[in-house]
């Protein structure tokens, strides 16, 4: 895919300049008409804007200025303009400005924040059409800056709790590397000698031995192990399958998994709720509300849901296809409709399942550093015992 720069009008005859993603010129022209845009100018950019997306802290930054502007009923091209002018970076600045500038030309907003799909998370544009469509943008931009910083707390727990027993593993790591290369060996031939060969030395030290002579194998191993994870994990992100992939490993992830699937859940009920409250179909809140949470299992589990209920299916009986969405969530919905309390059960739901994430992020942070610092523990245990287990033995038969 290239960059290309384009000079255009308008409809109404205005001047609009920007860029466009397309495979070629024909099809950048092709993109611009079904915009209703008649092209005066089309050149290449040469220089390739950065594909990294827009940062974690920066995003949560963005979309609470936006839930303020919508709140104050300014108009979202203005608005965002308007942080486009105060954004700190010019990559950010540019992004914002474009994205404004499309608007204005009466491009959906969806399609507006498609063409920039590499900077912002899956199906952000459809989340924010959902919000216009029902009049609730601004509850809808809460419900995700809530969610957001569920997850960036998340983050920062782990940061927190793994750092100091991270940089211990490295020095360790380090030490044991030194000793494996340069003391190992002499000590192994003085043990030998001391000994009647390895045999007689014990299980745990001639472990450690053989260690020490494979260990630029395990490091040579080690590195290619994670540069593989790496080249995987960027390579599942390509496809919707493969992300369901993703998330299917990070919710079978002990406690880390729980939280996240908590998170999402959250997210996806209180997007619902509002959905409902603004008086859309129960089939169109599930999947406008599954493409607001941004969870492609919940967006398989959604549509295939909504599929059958329009098929003249129970929430229940539909329910059986369904692999993320939890069985009380199901139940929950069934009986709302049933009784007309279904935006109540469903915000319910999803103060429930916030809490959950919270208590369960409390107690992430309790265990996951004196887990840390105990394997670290170990692992240096099992060094120093390895070493010193052949002169406690021989100090026993000496005396």
Same mark, same amino acid.
Request: charged residues 20%.
């Given at each position: 895919?290239?960059?290309?720069?384009?000079? =255009?009008?308008?409809?109404? /005859?205005?001047?609009?300049?920007?860029?466009?993603?397309?495979?070629?010129?024909?099809?950048? %022209?092709?993109?611009?008409?079904?915009?209703?845009?008649?092209?005066?100018?089309?050149?290449?950019?040469? &220089?390739?804007?950065?594909?990294? *997306?827009?940062?974690?802290?920066?995003?949560?930054?963005?979309?609470?200025?936006?839930?303020?502007?919508?709140?104050? =009923?300014?108009?979202?091209?203005? *608005?965002? %303009?308007?942080?486009?002018? +105060?954004?700190? &970076?010019?990559?950010?600045?540019?992004?914002?400005? +474009?994205?404004?500038?499309?608007?204005?030309?009466?491009?959906?907003?969806?399609?507006?924040?498609a063409e920039h799909q590499k900077h912002f998370p899956p199906?952000?544009?459809?989340?924010? %059409?959902?919000? !216009?469509?029902? *009049? #609730?943008? /601004?509850?809808?931009?809460?419900?995700?800056?809530?969610?957001?910083? @569920?997850? %960036? #707390?998340?983050?920062?727990?782990?940061?927190?709790?793994?750092?100091?027993?991270?940089?211990?593993?490295?020095?360790?790591?380090?030490?044991?590397?030194?000793?494996? $290369?340069?003391?190992?060996?002499?000590?192994?031939?003085?043990?030998? +000698?001391?000994?009647?060969?390895?045999?007689?030395?014990?299980?745990?030290?001639?472990?450690?031995?053989?260690?020490?002579?494979?260990?630029?194998?395990?490091?040579?191993?080690?590195?290619?192990?994670?540069?593989? @994870?790496?080249?995987?994990?960027?390579?599942?992100? *390509?496809?919707s399958a493969g992300r369901r992939a993703k998330e299917s490993?990070?919710?079978?992830?002990?406690?880390?998994?729980? !939280?996240?699937?908590?998170?999402?859940?959250? #997210?996806?009920?209180?997007?619902?709720?509002?959905?409902?409250?603004?008086?859309?179909?129960?089939?169109?809140?599930?999947?406008?509300?599954?493409? =607001?949470?941004?969870?492609?299992?919940?967006?398989? +589990?959604? &549509?295939?849901?909504?599929?059958?209920?329009?098929?003249?299916?129970?929430? @229940?009986?539909? /329910?059986?296809?369904? #692999?993320?969405?939890p069985s009380l969530m199901l139940y929950s919905i069934q009986? /709302?409709?049933?009784?007309?309390?279904?935006?109540?059960?469903?915000?319910?739901?999803?103060?429930?399942?916030?809490?959950?994430?919270?208590?369960?992020?409390?107690?992430?942070?309790? @265990?996951?550093?004196? $887990?840390?610092?105990?394997? !670290?523990?170990?692992?240096?245990?099992?060094?120093?015992?390895?070493?010193?287990?052949?002169?406690?033995?021989?100090?026993?038969?000496?005396?």
């Amino acid at each position: 895919m290239a960059m290309f720069e384009y000079s =255009s009008l308008t409809e109404s /005859g205005r001047l609009m300049r920007g860029t466009i993603e397309a495979s070629d010129a024909q099809q950048a %022209r092709q993109m611009l008409a079904e915009m209703k845009l008649d092209v005066q100018e089309l050149s290449k950019v040469e &220089t390739k804007q950065p594909a990294k *997306g827009v940062g974690a802290n920066e995003f949560l930054l963005f979309n609470q200025q936006l839930e303020s502007i919508t709140r104050a =009923s300014i108009p979202l091209e203005k *608005g965002l %303009r308007a942080i486009a002018r +105060d954004a700190a &970076t010019p990559k950010m600045r540019r992004l914002l400005s +474009d994205i404004a500038a499309r608007l204005e030309a009466g491009v959906p907003i969806e399609q507006a924040f498609a063409e920039h799909q590499k900077h912002f998370p899956p199906l952000y544009g459809m989340m924010l %059409r959902a919000g !216009i469509r029902t *009049g #609730r943008l /601004g509850e809808m931009l809460t419900c995700l800056n809530r969610h957001l910083e @569920i997850v %960036r #707390r998340t983050r920062q727990i782990i940061i927190e709790s793994v750092s100091y027993p991270l940089v211990a593993l490295f020095l360790a790591a380090a030490i044991a590397t030194g000793i494996f $290369v340069f003391i190992m060996p002499t000590y192994t031939n003085v043990l030998l +000698d001391m000994s009647e060969g390895k045999a007689d030395l014990p299980w745990l030290t001639r472990t450690v031995m053989a260690m020490s002579e494979k260990v630029g194998y395990f490091w040579a191993g080690a590195a290619i192990l994670i540069g593989f @994870i790496i080249f995987v994990w960027t390579a599942l992100s *390509g496809s919707s399958a493969g992300r369901r992939a993703k998330e299917s490993f990070i919710m079978k992830i002990p406690l880390l998994g729980r !939280i996240y699937k908590a998170g999402i859940l959250a #997210r996806f009920s209180e997007a619902m709720g509002l959905l409902v409250d603004s008086g859309c179909t129960l089939p169109e809140s599930l999947r406008l509300a599954a493409a =607001s949470a941004g969870s492609e299992k919940v967006i398989y +589990d959604a &549509t295939l849901l909504a599929e059958h209920i329009e098929k003249g299916f129970s929430v @229940i009986d539909a /329910g059986a296809v369904c #692999r993320t969405l939890p069985s009380l969530m199901l139940y929950s919905i069934q009986l /709302g409709g049933q009784r007309n309390c279904l935006k109540e059960n469903l915000y319910e739901m999803g103060r429930m399942y916030a809490q959950q994430t919270f208590g369960m992020q409390a107690r992430l942070q309790t @265990i996951l550093m004196p $887990v840390a610092i105990i394997g !670290i523990g170990l692992m240096v245990g099992t060094m120093v015992a390895a070493m010193f287990l052949p002169m406690v033995r021989m100090i026993q038969v000496m005396m």
